[in-house]
């Protein structure tokens, strides 16, 4: 997953992001970009802005999503230790917004002005890939750079044989829990060697609810990503891949047991508020820190807002998501660099996020996002490794995590949006069965795909 806290940024509106969107193919601007062009080319010789080449000196444009404070101030001094040992090849930091990145791109594309390196998230490629806009990096990247990520995590970023980003933070979905609600109960606490169970999870829950209080809350107002990515750890796969290329939706046994296991603690046993189904992350903490749910399934990266905001003398901590026939596995969508296909200089390009990506710095960038880094080398940093602020329970999950199972489906965008998430809504507060779920997932998802695919 992408984390749901960066489409979440406090108070924000939903993003655009998830429109399904029609590229022009990049053979029909043929004339048109060529105009524009020569166009951008003559207004950045006139102004020296954009990227470019002035004097000798070659200027690159990298857009960071980067919001938070650490964050930015991490992209940034890295920006300016390049520029401090590359004289002849400037970067220039522009701040983007995971609000409007998709359309923003989008157009950024069309108009022949995009930036240099984008920081984008790895379910946001496919289009892009698929439409032109983005470059093949198989022959620009180094090989330290190649072997120093695992395959599992490069595949997130690949499309019909081409990798077009580099992933390069990750983040679990883990369990947040009241520490002293947990003791005071006398339950195993779960470790990522020893995990619960879904089945001891439900348990779990029932026996710590009661009185008006709740074992655990769902933020669920997106649904589905956080439905499929924790439904790997059970084998469901939910999308399926034939022979000759087209995927179908099929909603099996293992796909099954994530949603029960939901519904019937919301439904079933009252083990979970209804009434947090439709919240994002966020909305769940007041009511976290206040003693009404003692355990809330969230993004690694909301710790951050976390240490900011319990009160003082709050006990938490970190406690991996439960376990399926597939152990911990579940589904991310790395945050991402790429290289613009139109970028006069991708060789630079290339050059600037291999410097962005030593791991030194790939620790300083998941140090300041809450998050984990995707190589190997920076995984085993230290600061990655401490029990403060369950740093060492998501490190050791990194190993489980894979590419979520709409990564490379067309037509996605549109079934999460039309068909999944308002099944999955209806499902979870009650109002249709698991057949009818089923139904809907299969029957309406399919035909929306389908028409991807002819």
Request: charged letters at 20%; proline letters at 6%; one cysteine or more.
């Amino acid at each position: 997953m992408r984390g749901e806290r960066m489409r979440e940024k406090p108070k924000r509106g939903r993003s655009m992001r998830g429109r399904s969107i029609r590229l022009k193919p990049v053979r029909a601007r043929g004339r048109v970009a060529l105009v524009m062009g020569l166009l951008l080319l003559l207004g950045t010789a006139c102004s020296g802005g954009g990227s470019g080449s002035q004097g000798g000196r070659i200027t690159l444009r990298f857009q960071s999503l980067a919001w938070q404070a650490e964050s930015v101030a991490a992209n940034k001094a890295l920006v300016k230790e390049w520029n401090a040992t590359h004289p002849d090849v400037k970067v220039e930091y522009v701040q983007g917004s995971w609000d409007s990145v998709h359309d923003q791109l989008l157009t950024s594309f069309e108009g022949g002005e995009a930036p240099d390196i984008i920081h984008d998230a790895s379910d946001d490629l496919a289009d892009f890939a698929y439409g032109g806009y983005l470059a093949d990096l198989r022959t620009l990247l180094p090989e330290r750079l190649k072997s120093d990520i695992p395959q599992h995590s490069w595949d997130t970023a690949t499309f019909g044989g081409g990798v077009y980003g580099v992933p390069f933070l990750q983040e679990p979905r883990v369990l947040i829990a009241n520490a002293g609600w947990l003791r005071a109960s006398g339950v195993r606490i779960p470790t990522p060697e020893r995990p619960w169970t879904w089945g001891e999870f439900r348990a779990v829950a029932k026996r710590l609810s009661g009185k008006g209080r709740y074992g655990v809350a769902w933020p669920l107002r997106e649904p589905v990503s956080a439905t499929l990515n924790l439904s790997l750890s059970t084998g469901g796969q939910l999308f399926h891949r034939g022979a000759d290329g087209k995927v179908t939706v099929r909603f099996d046994t293992a796909d099954a047991v994530v949603p029960r296991t939901v519904h019937d603690e919301v439904n079933t046993d009252a083990s979970a508020s209804g009434a947090t189904l439709g919240m994002g992350g966020s909305d769940t903490l007041p009511g976290f820190f206040g003693g009404k749910y003692a355990m809330v399934p969230l993004g690694f990266s909301y710790r951050q807002q976390i240490v900011q905001q319990a009160p003082k003398g709050f006990d938490w901590q970190v406690l991996p998501a439960p376990a399926g026939a597939d152990g911990l596995t579940q589904g991310v969508s790395p945050q991402t660099l790429s290289i613009a296909a139109d970028s006069p200089h991708k060789k630079e390009a290339a050059a600037f996020i291999d410097f962005l990506l030593r791991p030194e710095n790939m620790v300083r960038l998941a140090l300041g996002d809450w998050m984990l880094p995707t190589g190997t080398e920076a995984l085993k940093d230290p600061a990655l490794h401490t029990a403060k602020d369950g740093w060492a329970t998501g490190a050791a999950l990194a190993s489980h995590l894979r590419p979520a199972p709409a990564q490379s489906v067309r037509g996605y965008p549109e079934w999460k949006d039309k068909v999944a998430t308002p099944a999955f809504q209806e499902y979870y507060s009650g109002a249709i069965g698991l057949a009818e779920l089923r139904k809907r997932l299969v029957r309406d998802g399919n035909l929306v795909l389908a028409r991807y695919q002819r």
